[in-house]
């Protein structure tokens, strides 16, 4: 018992779940990742600086930003004429949809309905080690199955969004979908390889700053804009241009990020993403229907996350999954390929 928390609480962190934690408020969430016994007795093979990045880490799940949050739905779906349906990537929310809501109404105007794949296993408030299991993957992919027959029910079309690899959260749930009257147009921005390379430093990251949860190795590496020559995906920020239009875009508004000794940092597990790619390919490959829908798809050619991100390699492993896809390249890096203008031709 930690303070005034209740037994469930304490029950949780011994389930992999956790999922009583869900309507704990942000301040017991606070304590519990700080002190709850149970909990941090799973993280092993500690490294010198694994226990400064944890509370960093762990204090920055309730940062605020701008898109990386819980918001799931905006609209009314009784009066809206256009549906979208978004499924956020790896360590992705819901609200990274927000990102793309002024290309959409600048194309369909106000009148949309915008629902996102949500579960609080997958919650911003919850570290990246605690959502992927076997368990919260199936209840993920029988969620976007819910809600998809849910909104087809009220929307005769529905222009469904996937972020890098929730494409392959949809890919393993699309044969469960059945045969509907809803015409469904699919969307992919920032395709994702369906498998990842271990990096050349994650063993000198992890000798720093890694642990071992639950089986699976976890590291993380450092932001900032000079690394982007060693690795696109590790800037910081996009100054972007589009005509007369200017700004800066800041990745820490977009994606998980904290603060730790000067610069910017995101954990990382290829362990743990080829977990997820594989469970979801499983069972695609348990059912071999790949995807016969309109497929647009939003690909970047400086890709960090691919070994080689050339369109002949995208193309041969999009080729596995899709159909009837249309693809548009663009040379620039994972995050940075869905800007404004670009997920306007996307969805032109």
Known sequence: MIGSRPESIVAAAVTPDLSEMASCTDEQLKD???????????????????????????NSLFYYKHFYDDVFVIGNPATSTEAFYFVPGYNGTPGQMRFGLPSLIKKFGMNIYL???????FSARRPAWLKYTADHLQRRRQKLIEDLREMSRIFPRIRIIVSSTGFY???????????SKCEYILYWVSCAPDRISRPLVEKILYRVNGFTYEGRKW???????????????????????????????????????????????DYASPDCVN????????????????????????????D???????????????????????IIYRETSHLWVVTPENISALIE
Not at 169 to 179: I, N, T
Not at 312 to 317: N, V
């Open 275 to 302: 977990f997820m790619l594989k469970n979801n390919l499983d069972i695609h490959y348990s059912v071999g229907q790949p995807i016969d829908l309109e497929t647009h798809v939003l690909a970047a050619t400086r």
């Open 32 to 58: 519990f990742y700080a002190r709850n016994r149970e909990y941090l007795a799973k993280f092993e093979d500690r490294q010198p600086f694994t226990d400064l990045f944890l509370r960093r880490y762990h």
């Open 169 to 179: 959260d949809f890919l393993a749930a699309y044969s469960q979908l059945g045969k």
């Open 115 to 121: 629902r996102s794949l949500y579960l609080d296993e």
């Open 304 to 326: 960090g996350f691919w070994d080689d991100s050339s369109p002949a390699a995208i193309e041969r492993t999009l080729g596995r999954y899709l159909v009837n896809k249309k």
């Open 219 to 265: 590291f993380a590496y450092p932001n900032q804009q000079w690394l982007k020559i060693v690795n696109p995906e590790c800037s910081t920020r996009k100054r972007w241009r589009c005509g007369p239009q200017h700004k800066a875009f800041y990745k820490i508004d977009l994606e998980s990020r904290f603060y730790c000794l000067g610069l910017l940092w």
